[in-house]
Every structure is written in C-alpha cells, then in structure tokens.
C-alpha cells in the first residue's frame, strides 16, 4: 500500500489524549503514513471565531483521511460568552465542527459498529430463560448506519422566527395549535430529510449486511407519527430490501427498539437511522458493549472519510496526570480507518489484540474496573490510558 497522509485532529479535552494513543498502535501495526495536524475545536471558537478554521477544510480536502478526537460544544450562551472580546457583537454563531465537517465534504453515512468482546465486565446481562437465578451474556453484534447530515442537524432553526418563516409555517393546519403563542415565546427545529440521502444510507446498510453476513437490516425510525420523514425512508428502504432477497427488512419505533435492545439485542444486525434517532440508538446499544470507552465510528462521503469515537471530551479529565481515560474507542476508530482505506490485516491484528486484552481481563481502564473516575481510580487497580495501550501492543 502507498503511504497514506492522515489528518489528525485532537480536538479538545481527553481528544488530545486518546488521539496519540491510536497513532502508537498504528505505528506499531506497520501502518506507514504521515500524520499532519489539524486544528480544531473549542480554543479556536473563543480565539478566532471559527471551531473549524479553513486550514484544516483545506487538509482534509486534500488529504481525504482524517482520525478525530472530540469535541466540546456548549450551548448558545456559554458559546457568546467566552467568544473573545474583540469578537463579540460581530454576528459569530458557534456551529459544532463535527456537524459542519460531516456537511461540508457530504460524510453522510456514518458506521457504529456495536460489538462485545468476550471477557468485558460492563457486558449486557440477562437473567437465563431456563434458569430465572442464573445469568446469560448475549453475544450483541449490531452495526448501526445512521443518516449523517440531515435530520434535525442541520440546524435550520429560530427563536422568534421572522414573520415570512411563520407565515410559511401557519399554512399548515396543525400549526393552529401555536396560532396565538408569542413570537419570543416560539422556538422551531426543522427536521428534513432528502429522498436520495434515505437512498444512500439504506443501500449502503443493505450492502454492509450483505458483505458481512448479517441477516436482516433493521429501519428505526417513528413513522407512525412522523409520517413524513420517518417515513420517507422506510418507503424508500422497502424498495431496496427488494435488491437483497436473502436479507430480512425489519421496523421498529425509536421509542420500544431502545426497550427492545435490553430484552434481545442478539436479534439485530444492521440497523438504520435518521440522525437523531441514529446518534440515539447508537448509544444505547454502545452501553451494552461496554459504554462509550468502547464505541468508535466512521463518517464516510464520496471522497472525504473522518473517523472518530463517539465518547465526548471530558474535560475534567484532560488534565489528570496520569491519564485514566478508556483509549479503546480511539484504538477502534483507527481500526475502522484500516478498514475503509484496505488495510485489512493490518485492523484484523489490532482487533484480536484489543480482543485479547479485553478477555485475559489484566489491564482494565476505571470504567471496566467499575471503578469512580478521578485520580484515585489508579491506586484502586485501574490501569491508566497508557497502560491499556501497553497491553495492546504487548499483543500485537
């Protein structure tokens, strides 16, 4: 393989400490590539007005490939509020990064992939069926393709729309319901979806499965009362699923999947969302592999891939020395980035080692030893950040 230019982009808070940790296993693993900086994050909305300055636009429109940290976002107040002094008053609004990347290149599938490893303590369990006093541990391997740039994300919203915004808006009869409601007292989010976004995301769920052996492709969505977003795309994923005769199409409402996925989370493959609904379900179904320390994902567009864990920044973490953060959704995204670009073996080798770690059960970061996070996790057992990825390599 040629040698690939990553972009690396820390972001904010442990961002900065799980990034490095990724990039020592890549090193290790025998990927060749150059990593190049990329700034981005809260210091530059405060500093210069922009969280995603056009520098790093411009590395990822060149490079195409970039591996994320996290990021803070706070909202509308807190946002103007520590904005510089000689920024203030200029108009700035504070948009998230991560959403603006994922609409500027098109990232519009995204990949979270949701799998147990053998041996985590923070595994979904569940009395046994046979025996209500004894415990069962499902295997769960659910892959959910969440809609990536549409959605309520994309921030077409107001707070005291302008008259030609509501006037648009009371044409619709429902609307009678907030006829005599204020404008300062009104808030709308617009939630859209395109017919050829719902394509591409069903299509590529419906060949993930295919590729990968899953069995059927789950639509999570609520087109009972949503009916035309939600069901959009359940119209347009009931034309595909014709494509792939050999997989099932199944539906569930948002609402009962998350009390489902508690009850037979072992009966879900791929599954699809819109974007809330996606970031959603993703997550419940990431708390029952072991939480957001386990939970990487891939924002994939035409040209432009970006991969990222899904865990935030934790800024009350970024600072302990040593570090006690989970590295294993930032080890995991890189994986996935392996993945994408063909380094199949590479990713395969680094998945059994995390695999391996993870069942001998040795190194446990504080939230596998079910430990309070702090400085004092460490004297209690926990293994620091560095550690966990000592024990990836030593399995390498």
Same mark, same amino acid.
């Given at each position: /393989?040629?040698?690939?230019?990553?972009?690396?982009?820390?972001?904010?808070?442990?961002?900065?400490?799980?990034?490095?940790?990724?990039?020592?296993?890549?090193?290790?693993?025998?990927?060749?590539?150059?990593?190049?900086?990329?700034?981005?994050?809260?210091?530059?909305?405060?500093?210069?007005?922009?969280?995603?300055?056009?520098?790093?636009?411009?590395?990822?429109?060149?490079?195409?490939?970039?591996?994320?940290?996290?990021?803070?976002?706070?909202?509308?107040?807190?946002?103007?509020?520590?904005?510089?002094?000689?920024?203030?008053?200029?108009?700035?609004?504070?948009?998230?990064?991560?959403?603006?990347?994922?609409?500027?290149?098109?990232?519009?599938?995204?990949?979270?992939?949701?799998?147990?490893?053998?041996?985590?303590?923070?595994?979904?369990?569940?009395?046994?069926?046979?025996?209500?006093?004894?415990?069962?541990?499902?295997?769960?391997?659910?892959?959910?393709?969440?809609?990536?740039?549409?959605?309520?994300?994309?921030?077409?919203?107001?707070?005291?729309?302008?008259?030609?915004?509501?006037?648009?808006?009371?044409?619709?009869?429902?609307?009678?319901?907030?006829?005599?409601?204020?404008?300062?007292?009104?808030?709308?989010?617009?939630?859209?979806?395109?017919?050829?976004?719902?394509?591409?995301?069903?299509?590529?769920?419906?060949?993930?499965?295919?590729?990968?052996?899953?069995?059927?492709?789950?639509?999570?969505?609520?087109?009972?009362?949503?009916?035309?977003?939600?069901? /959009?795309?359940?119209?347009?994923?009931?034309?595909?699923?014709?494509?792939?005769?050999?997989?099932?199409?199944?539906?569930?409402?948002?609402?009962?999947?998350?009390?489902?996925?508690?009850?037979?989370?072992?009966?879900?493959?791929?599954?699809?969302?819109?974007?809330?609904?996606?970031?959603?379900?993703?997550?419940?179904?990431?708390?029952?592999?072991?939480?957001?320390?386990?939970?990487?994902?891939?924002?994939?567009?035409?040209?432009?891939?970006?991969?990222?864990?899904?865990?935030?920044?934790?800024?009350?973490?970024?600072?302990?020395?040593?570090?006690?953060?989970?590295?294993?959704?930032?080890?995991?995204?890189?994986?996935?980035?392996?993945?994408?670009?063909?380094?199949?073996?590479?990713?395969?080798?680094?998945?059994?080692?995390?695999?391996?770690?993870?069942?001998?059960?040795?190194?446990?970061?504080?939230?596998?030893?079910?430990?309070?996070?702090?400085?004092?996790?460490?004297?209690?057992?926990?293994?620091?950040?560095?550690?966990?990825?000592?024990?990836?390599?030593?399995?390498?």
């Amino acid at each position: /393989m040629a040698k690939r230019t990553v972009v690396t982009m820390p972001g904010d808070g442990i961002g900065k400490v799980v990034t490095p940790e990724a990039v020592r296993v890549l090193d290790a693993v025998g990927f060749e590539a150059e990593y190049v900086h990329g700034d981005i994050g809260w210091d530059f909305w405060c500093s210069e007005g922009n969280a995603l300055p056009d520098r790093t636009i411009e590395l990822l429109r060149q490079h195409k490939l970039g591996l994320f940290g996290a990021i803070t976002s706070k909202p509308k107040w807190d946002a103007d509020a520590e904005l510089s002094p000689a920024l203030q008053g200029k108009g700035l609004v504070y948009q998230s990064p991560i959403v603006r990347m994922r609409q500027m290149f098109d990232l519009d599938v995204c990949v979270r992939p949701c799998q147990s490893f053998p041996g985590n303590p923070l595994n979904f369990i569940r009395r046994s069926k046979d025996n209500p006093n004894s415990f069962e541990e499902p295997k769960v391997d659910t892959v959910i393709f969440r809609q990536n740039t549409e959605c309520l994300y994309v921030g077409i919203e107001w707070t005291n729309p302008p008259a030609e915004v509501r006037k648009a808006f009371e044409t619709h009869k429902n609307f009678k319901l907030f006829a005599a409601t204020p404008g300062e007292d009104l808030a709308i989010s617009t939630r859209i979806f395109t017919r050829g976004a719902c394509q591409r995301i069903v299509r590529a769920a419906f060949e993930y499965a295919k590729k990968h052996g899953y069995k059927s492709v789950t639509i999570c969505e609520k087109p009972n009362v949503v009916r035309e977003t939600s069901g /959009m795309m359940e119209k347009e994923a009931q034309k595909i699923a014709q494509e792939f005769p050999g997989i099932a199409l199944w539906s569930t409402n948002i609402d009962a999947q998350m009390m489902w996925l508690t009850k037979n989370p072992e009966d879900y493959g791929v599954l699809v969302a819109g974007n809330m609904f996606g970031d959603i379900v993703s997550d419940g179904f990431a708390g029952l592999v072991g939480g957001l320390g386990f939970a990487c994902s891939a924002n994939v567009g035409k040209e432009v891939a970006v991969f990222e864990p899904t865990h935030g920044s934790a800024p009350k973490y970024e600072m302990l020395n040593p570090s006690i953060v989970n590295p294993i959704a930032m080890i995991l995204s890189a994986v996935m980035m392996l993945d994408h670009i063909g380094e199949h073996e590479k990713a395969n080798r680094i998945k059994a080692a995390v695999a391996k770690v993870v069942a001998e059960g040795k190194v446990r970061t504080y939230d596998m030893a079910r430990l309070p996070g702090g400085a004092k996790s460490i004297s209690m057992g926990a293994a620091t950040t560095s550690q966990m990825t000592d024990a990836i390599l030593a399995a390498l």
